[in-house]
């Protein structure tokens, strides 16, 4: 049996003409043909750049130089 959910979808997609219901069956043939997952869940980024970034590698104080140089920067423009 389809899930409430399943069903609310079919009946909004009823009340579409029936170009955009042939629109809205060519793009979920699509995704279901690429096994495409409808939402993917987030990624970790500290998974993902584990291999590029060393484990000691401090953001924070990163991100402090980063701002510093910008004020540096903006203030000599601004002078």
């Known amino acids: 049996m ?6 609310e979808m079919d009946r909004q997609a009823a009340a579409l003409p029936l170009d955009e ?3 809205l069956m060519s793009r979920i043939a699509r995704r279901v043909e690429l096994g495409a ?3 993917s ?3 970790s980024l500290r998974g993902a750049w584990s291999s590029r970034v060393h484990a000691d590698f ?3 104080k990163e991100l402090h130089s ?3 140089d910008w004020k540096h920067t903006l203030g000599d423009a601004q002078q």
């Open 66 to 68: 980063i701002r510093g």
């Open 37 to 39: 997952p409808a939402g």
């Open 21 to 23: 219901q042939r629109e």
């Open 58 to 60: 401090d953001l924070d």
């Open 2 to 7: 389809p899930s409430p959910k399943v069903l």
């Open 41 to 43: 869940a987030p990624v």
